[in-house]
T-cell receptor, first 114, second 112 residues
Framework: ETGVTQSPTHLIKTRGQQVTLRCSSQ?????VSWYQQALGQGPQFIFQ???????GRGNFPPRFSGLQFPNYSSELNVNALELDDSALYLC?????????????FGPGTRLTVL | EDKVVQSPLSLVVHEGDTVTLNCSYE??????LLWYKQEKKAPTFLFML????IEKKSGRLSSILDKKELSSILNITATQTGDSAIYLC????????????FGKGTLLTVNP
């Protein structure tokens, strides 16, 4: 177990709604990255937060937004949900200081959009 | 656009067999190659490779990186049913905004 926690475990929403997913990073880690994993696919990078600032973004629209708090925990917000947003959302924490580091994943939040 | 391709996409073997999983990558500002095992939800870290030609081992698992060929392999010897999982390969890129680009994974099924 990595010490990265996510909540909630499962979530069901309807199209057009908004959702907030939460992630607590592993102790000593100051960086959180978010990934979307659709069924049968590998995780896709959404964005990364370092020291409360967005530090890199993948190919996702602006309705995907995030926050990082002083304790390094993080939120992923998705507005105007679409059916294709149904996926497993993974967060990964690492200790980034401009260099390499292993990213350790949480158990994920399974989002279903009806 | 960064790309990671894994092969095969799925594999069925019997306990005791040896398997080799392949990963090729095209990643700008490449920094590292990582392997993860995903059984239910959270991918669990196996290896990080940064130098070409150096094998990393952990028990029955081993991996090697070929920077010239932009590829990596993951070997599992004497497979067990507990090795059944999706194995994900990821290329790490960037400087201060280091990120991972994942392949689709290889679904390994080990039958008793």
């Amino acid at each position: 177990e990595t010490g990265v926690t996510q909540s909630p475990t499962h979530l069901i929403k309807t199209r057009g709604q908004q959702v907030t997913l939460r992630c607590s990073s592993q102790s000593g880690h100051n960086t959180v990255s978010w990934y979307q994993q659709a069924l049968g696919q590998g995780p896709q990078f959404i964005f990364q937060y370092y020291r409360e600032e967005e530090n890199g973004r993948g190919n996702f629209p602006p309705r995907f937004s995030g926050l990082q708090f002083p304790n390094y925990s993080s939120e992923l917000n998705v507005n105007a949900l679409e059916l294709d947003d149904s996926a497993l959302y993974l967060c990964a924490s690492s200790s980034l200081a401009g260099g390499l580091d292993t990213q350790y994943f949480g158990p994920g939040t399974r989002l279903t959009v009806l | 656009e960064d790309k990671v391709v894994q092969s095969p996409l799925s594999l069925v073997v019997h306990e005791g067999d040896t398997v080799t999983l392949n990963c090729s990558y095209e990643v700008t500002n490449f920094r590292s190659l990582l392997w993860y095992k995903q059984e239910k939800k959270a991918p669990t870290f196996l290896f990080m490779l940064t130098s070409s030609g150096i094998e990393k081992k952990s028990g029955r698992l081993s991996s090697i990186l070929d920077k010239k060929e932009l590829s990596s392999i993951l070997n599992i010897t004497a497979t067990q049913t507990g090795d059944s999982a999706i194995y994900l390969c990821a290329g790490g890129s960037g400087g201060s905004n280091y990120k991972l680009t994942f392949g689709k994974g290889t679904l390994l099924t080990v039958n008793p």
